[in-house]
């Protein structure tokens, strides 16, 4: 009896970008942001799959893992048990508002104080996106015109398209036009993607 062979999950690049980003964060609470940022409804084993499968280590993040049981000789009440008072806050503690630079370009404003690094900070031309425009509609994503992330005040540099316009441009080598041509290409894509649901074949997904 042969087993059946599963399906390798793949994910689109903002995906990508986001494990990679949050890499190491322990992996049942990335399995809950990453499903909740993007709609999904993976396990915790996949996201640790994918991150292997991508060299993707979690490093040593200084927290205790649910079932973690301490050490026979700890002292009572668990380790760090007075090691910080109620209302510390770590040295890189930031305030809400504060807007930083991920490590694969991308602009953030933390708009949260849960204490939590995925949660508390999201992408700025989402943002600025939804200020505008409302919600981000499920498999769509926001994309720069001029291809600079760090352009992502500017509403008119911003542009919303299915993950899978996005799959196509990319695979058509059109991902960096100049902004003039940004809507054409779209256009071109939409044509494109709707010859392919014509031919029955499967429609690419970013």
Not at 49 to 66: A, D, N, P, V
Not at 81 to 102: L, V, Y
Not at 171 to 186: A, D, I
């Amino acid at each position: 009896m042969t087993s059946k062979k599963r399906s390798k999950i793949e994910l689109s690049e903002a995906q990508l970008i986001f494990l990679k980003w949050e890499r190491e964060t322990p992996r049942k609470e990335l399995t809950d942001a990453f499903n909740k940022r993007f709609g999904t409804d993976l396990s915790a084993d996949n996201i640790k799959s994918i991150c292997l499968r991508h060299g993707w280590k979690t490093g040593r993040t200084g927290r205790f893992e649910q079932g973690h049981k301490p050490a026979a000789n700890a002292r009572p009440g668990g380790p760090n048990s007075t090691s910080f008072k109620k209302g510390h806050r770590p040295k890189n503690w930031q305030p809400i508002g504060t807007e930083r630079i991920t490590g694969n370009g991308y602009l953030q404003r933390k708009i949260a104080d849960t204490g939590n690094t995925v949660d508390d900070y999201v992408e700025v031309h989402r943002l600025v996106w939804e200020e505008n425009h409302g919600p981000i509609p499920s498999g769509h994503i926001v994309i720069f015109k001029d291809g600079d992330r760090l352009n992502c005040k500017d509403i008119e540099n911003l542009m919303l398209i299915t993950r899978s316009e996005h799959a196509v441009i990319n695979r058509m080598g059109l991902s960096k036009v100049s902004p003039e041509l940004k809507e054409p290409v779209l256009q071109l894509a939409q044509v494109k993607l709707k010859r392919t649901e014509r031919s029955g074949k499967e429609v690419p997904h970013g």
